[in-house]
């Protein structure tokens, strides 16, 4: 069943380690999408991909980073986690809508750093 | 001022009633309009998009478009307790095609 993933679903780290956060999705999307959600609060753009290769920075990149090498995997790393990055990471990938797009959303890491 | 705003609730509405879900967006140029449903502890899922004004119904929703008054809404009829969720508006922005979001609005079904 087509799908996409992401791991782990919840993680407890301590601040100033570096953590991968995992995605993949078995669609055969293109565009790939990390989104940041709190609690009541906005979605926000974090990364974006094209396709493999293509990486774009979103409103909140400055503290992480992402990579495409295949078309199906789109990690997230953080350097040096710190207590403000806990929030729930979305991984999202899309697929066309007329010339719009449908984006389809994995389970989500909740993230806690102590 | 938020980009695209939306009453957080919660909305309590008894089962049957009719939903109303507003939306209101700031960039003029927004082209697209989006409704994702996310239930508590899970993902978001598309369920309605609207790109011209007027209203597009399907099945229990319609989603409605004024671009004049710069608002879109949800209506969900006969609503059920399987509703209950936070109702998610997005836009698509023109100048760099990425979606903008509100913060939702969750929905309560009252049995």
């Known amino acids: 069943e087509a799908d996409i993933y992401q791991t782990p679903r919840y993680l407890v780290i301590g601040t100033g380690k570096k953590i991968t956060l995992e995605c993949s999705q078995t669609?055969?999307?293109?565009?790939m999408y990390w989104y940041q959600q709190d609690p009541g609060m906005e979605l926000h753009l974090i990364h974006y991909?094209?396709?493999?290769?293509?990486?774009e920075k979103g409103d909140l990149s400055s503290e992480s980073t992402v990579s495409r090498i295949r078309t199906e995997h789109f990690p997230l790393t953080l350097e040096s986690a710190r207590p403000s990055h806990t929030s729930q990471y979305l991984c999202?990938?899309?697929?066309?809508?007329?010339?719009?797009?449908?984006?389809?959303f994995g389970s989500g890491t909740q993230l806690s750093v102590l | 001022q938020k980009e695209v705003e939306q009453n957080s609730g919660p909305l309590s509405v008894p089962e049957g009633a009719i939903a109303s879900l507003n939306c209101t967006y700031s960039?003029?140029?927004?082209?697209?309009f989006f409704w994702y449903r996310q239930y508590s502890g899970k993902s978001p899922e598309l369920i309605m998009f609207?790109?011209s004004n007027g209203d597009k119904e399907d099945g229990r929703f319609t989603a409605q478009l004024n671009k004049a008054s710069q608002y879109v809404s949800l209506l969900i009829r006969d609503s059920q307790p399987s509703d209950s969720a936070t109702y998610l508006c997005?836009?698509?922005?023109?100048?760099?095609?990425?979606?903008?979001w509100g913060a939702g609005t969750k929905l309560i079904i009252k049995p």
């Open positions: 669609m055969g999307h293109d565009k």
């Open positions: 960039d003029r140029g927004s082209q697209s």
């Open positions: 997005a836009v698509n922005v023109l100048s760099n095609y990425q979606l903008i």
């Open positions: 999202a990938s899309s697929e066309p809508l007329g010339d719009r797009e449908k984006l389809f």
């Open positions: 609207i790109y």
């Open positions: 991909s094209y396709g493999v290769n293509s990486t």
